[in-house]
């Protein structure tokens, strides 16, 4: 019996030969010469358009109005979010549905590596701070907010498998699309704030994070995630200890009561649930810190490749990106309108983006979007541009942001065995009719 096979899994095994299936392109032929003839008006067809700028589509790309419409099953009353798997829980939010400056509590991601506790009352939670110290901390949410100064700041927070669908050949893994970032308004005290109250000892070298959760096994002599970040991350003025988001108690799944907020690095690094931060000589060696979790080859590899566990790095600062927020994929303007204002975000893990350029003809010209700055160091950037059209038919709109490092979004990333990191350019559908 033949198997059949989805568009986005035709893509990945044989992008070329995936031409030829889906659009009748024959082998052989590269797709610029395609879009000349027949394979041009099948691809419109399927497209219900003209492509003005086909000439320049790249070989193998699935056509953003085609792979957007590759949804994964949502759950019904869950606030628009899609669900990867419910054990642990993970769920990321529509690109459309991050638009807010601040994500509401109800668009926000989720992320779980284990069974969240069941009793999250704030009443008796306590937070222990110990190891390389000079006194160990025993403290409430009370003595936390009573003892420290209490800050509130917009930050952004990402998994470092955000666009691990996006990589050929496929990483395992959950795969998460865009939607697994948030910028919510975090309050809390500054970690460092309550590591230099416990007396940091010369030989603090890395932090190690526990949470309440529990191993999916059951197990309760297994733990489902525990990592931690070096002392000058864990000491910088943005890395919170957080009891509120946007104004309101930590939702259960994004870690009621406490967690701690790492921005710019990988979410892992953020416990949820957090019980207690011990300050450690070494490295932390807990669950998920040993390569390959949250790691990456130390040098370019061949897609597909096997690495050494030896030629691993952990991930620390997240690479530069953005998000097209507005329109939603597949927006059809009006007949006789050919101006379109499009919007976004964008973010670069411990760097600051320093503008954002959009395409509407697959790369060939590059315009550049008004880009603001951010609020606080760590929030992500609005960009707002204006795009005209030259005519009507089926556009994609790319984004591309640059950092301060001059470090710029691809339009493929490095591949690598787990899937982490991909910054990819995002890209969105527009039909023009007229």
Same mark, same amino acid.
């Given at each position: ?54 000439? +320049? ?5 699935? %056509? ?74 025993? !403290? ?15 930050? $952004? ?22 939607? =697994? ?5 975090? +309050? ?16 603090? !070298? ?32 943005? *890395? ?20 701690? !907020?790492?921005?710019?690095? %990988?979410?892992?690094?953020? $416990? ?29 590899? $061949?897609?597909? =490749? ?18 097209? *927020? ?8 009006? *007949? ?28 060939? +010209?590059? *315009? ?22 030259? +005519? ?14 001059? $470090? ?27």
């Amino acid at each position: 019996m033949k198997k059949e096979r989805g568009l986005r899994e035709l893509y990945e095994q044989d992008p070329i030969a995936a031409d030829e299936a889906v659009f009748g392109r024959r082998s052989g032929h590269d797709r610029r010469g395609f879009l000349k003839g027949a394979g041009l008006a099948a691809m419109g067809a399927a497209l219900g358009s003209t492509l003005p700028f086909g000439r +320049t589509m790249p070989a193998g790309l699935i %056509p953003a109005a085609l792979a957007d419409s590759l949804e994964d099953f949502v759950i019904e009353g869950k606030n628009g979010l899609t669900v990867l798997n419910d054990k642990p829980v993970n769920a990321e939010t529509p690109p459309h549905l991050l638009d807010d400056d601040i994500t509401p509590i109800k668009h926000y991601f989720i992320r779980n590596n284990g069974v969240p506790p069941q009793d999250i009352s704030p009443d008796g939670w306590r937070l222990t701070v110990d190891g390389e110290v000079n006194e160990a901390l025993d !403290l409430s949410i009370q003595d936390l907010a009573d003892r420290f100064e209490v800050v509130t700041l917009r930050l $952004q927070h990402e998994c470092g498998g955000n666009g691990r669908a996006g990589f050929n050949p496929p990483a395992s893994g959950n795969q998460w699309t865009t939607g =697994a970032i948030g910028n919510a308004e975090w +309050t809390g005290v500054r970690m460092r704030d309550v590591l230099n109250a416990a007396g940091i000892k010369d030989s603090a !070298l890395y932090t190690a994070h526990y949470g309440a959760d529990s191993h999916l096994s059951g197990d309760p002599n297994k733990r489902p995630i525990s990592r931690g970040v070096p002392i000058w991350k864990a000491m910088d003025p943005h *890395t919170l200890i957080v009891w509120q988001m946007n104004g309101q108690d930590i939702h259960p799944m994004n870690g009621a009561p406490l967690r701690i !907020l790492c921005p710019g690095w %990988p979410g892992s690094t953020s $416990q949820k649930w957090l019980t207690r931060i011990q300050v450690r000589d070494v490295i932390h060696d807990g669950t998920k810190m040993a390569a390959p979790s949250y790691s990456v080859p130390m040098y370019s590899v $061949q897609p597909g =490749a096997e690495v050494e566990t030896s030629d691993f790095k952990v991930i620390e600062s997240m690479p530069v990106k953005s998000l097209i *927020t507005y329109p939603r994929s597949g927006h059809r303007l009006p *007949t006789g309108h050919r101006i379109l204002r499009v919007r976004g975000h964008a973010w670069s893990g411990d760097d600051v983006v320093t503008a954002l350029d959009i395409s509407y003809d697959f790369g060939a +010209t590059w *315009t550049r979007a008004d880009l603001q700055a951010p609020p606080n160091r760590y929030s992500w950037q609005r960009w707002e541009a204006e795009i005209t059209f030259p +005519t009507k038919g089926y556009y994609e709109i790319w984004a591309r942001a640059t950092n301060h490092r001059g $470090q710029q979004q691809p339009f493929v990333p490095p591949w690598n065995p787990k899937g982490y990191l991909n910054n990819a350019m995002h890209r969105i559908a527009v039909m023009v009719p007229a």
